[in-house]
């Protein structure tokens, strides 16, 4: 079996517990977005940010997927939301069949948004349908605007491109237009917002986002 | 076959074109520096400082590994040395075969020191041998001090731990010394070097230890 037949095979795998969740997730009005990033690129002070403006008015839950360490999940617990850890002990990415496992181990209440932090990574996660409503990838300034570009994969089937650390531009060389001429190129679909959580510019604009797509999940 | 079984079977294949590798870097004498890190850590900035300051010393070359885009190896043959772009087109790692294959396209007159800068990916590449004589893991200040212990195969492997960006320090939240018991705790050996390819700092450190390895290797 070449590389490429066994990949397809465990793609097709996935794809069905996949497709199980979304199933799952439309019956019950959840919306879920799949969070992907390089390491330390701010996933989860993101979520933190948006748990702080969002929790008031809606259910939030989250999975936390990491090669080790619970931290994360206790990050967002902390902020008083159920939150999962996923230890995939080596594993590069989550799966749709570590997910539906995850879910299957007690109930959740069905949250309104449910946000699955994917392994930080900008390769691997790109691939795995997670039965997500849509992808978010997530760039901070720091990482240089050669980004898009060099990992296309993700930046063509995000639905959402943010720009994170804003705050840290007068420190470091980074073309925010040459990053939108990319994600443009790769997506004509794609939105691009610019945050700081540190200084939370942005982050009502993606709030607001969640908050238009969780609402018209609710009136399918 | 299950997964672990074919991850298995694909590193075997793997190995063997390592030892190849190993084998005739041997011969020629030459230091092979395997470069892994998050996207956008610093890996090519780093490399560029270091043909700047050794290239009159030592032939240097660099093999770039990528998704896509052929845009670091241009970055290195731009500071005069010779370099080639290995474009994986989706695979997340280097593989030793990939290095093997590049290596027989022409002749590379023996350098002194080759750097393989592998696929930006803090996971994936740490379990390909590419027949190096150590492994350096670079990690920027802007990633945050929790990143050994949530990607402990890299840093447990890495003969030296490169903290890149530290002319940000003063910007970010990054305990070093926090870092630095992580790395302790992973190994024993491991080397940690602070360095900021921006203001030079801990460069010439870095430069140093490849230089003091490189006519070790010469010497047996």
Redesign the interface.
């Known amino acids: ?1 070449s ?1 490429i037949e ?1 990949n397809r095979r ?1 793609l097709s795998e996935n794809d069905q517990a996949a497709q199980f969740l979304r199933d799952k997730f439309r019956r019950s009005g959840t919306l879920v977005v799949n969070l992907i990033s ?4 701010g996933k989860t002070t993101l979520l933190e940010a948006t748990v702080a403006r969002m929790a008031g008015d809606y259910r939030l839950a989250a999975i936390e997927g ?4 619970e ?1 994360d999940a206790e990050r967002l617990r902390r902020q008083g939301i159920p939150a999962r850890q996923i230890v995939t002990g ?1 594993a ?1 990415h989550l799966d749709a069949r570590q997910v539906k496992a995850e879910l299957e181990k007690g109930d959740w209440g069905d949250p309104d948004i449910l946000f699955i932090e994917n ?6 996660p790109t691939s795995y349908d997670l039965g997500e409503d849509f992808k978010v990838v997530v760039l ?1 300034v ?3 605007d ?2 898009p ?5 993700i930046f063509a089937r995000a639905w959402i491109s943010v720009i994170s ?1 804003i ?2 531009l007068p ?2 060389e980074f073309d925010v237009d040459a990053v939108r001429a990319q994600v443009r190129a790769l997506s004509s679909e794609a939105r691009l917002l610019l945050t700081s959580a540190r200084t939370g510019e942005g982050v009502d604009e993606w709030c607001a986002l969640l908050s238009e797509r969780v609402k018209e999940k609710k009136r399918r």
């Open positions: 079996m590389q066994v465990l390089s390491p330390g690129s990491d090669i080790a360490t931290r080596g590069c392994v930080g990574n900008l390769v691997c901070s720091t990482e240089g050669d980004k570009f060099k990992y296309p994969g650390k705050d840290l420190y470091v």
